[in-house]
């Protein structure tokens, strides 16, 4: 069930840039923020994501070491 949420004190250079962002988009600022949100909201945190990371890393007990990031990052550049 949808609910409102009502955001006070947005300085008016911050509300017209959100407008114009959703204009470029042919978005009404509500369908705009509203996606902003959903988006927002479906993606973990940088805490949360950087949990899972150490616990993969934990379990798996591997580790790359710089020269082999920048061997194969290289690679792709020839």
Do not use: C, H, Y
């Not at 955001?7 to 470029?24: K, N, S, W, Y």
């Not at 369908?31 to 927002?40: D, Q, V």
């Not at 150490?54 to 690679?75: F, M």
Request: proline share 5%; aromatic share 2%.
């Amino acid at each position: 069930m949808p609910v409102e949420i009502t955001i006070r004190g947005v300085p008016q250079a911050v509300r017209d840039e959100l407008a114009a962002r959703a204009a470029l988009r042919g978005q009404s600022l509500e369908e705009f923020l509203r996606g902003e949100l959903e988006r927002k909201a479906s993606r973990p945190t940088i805490s949360t994501w950087l949990e899972v990371v150490r616990n993969r890393k934990a379990r798996t007990q591997t580790r790359v070491s710089p020269s082999e990031i920048l061997r194969d990052r290289d690679a792709d550049r020839t």
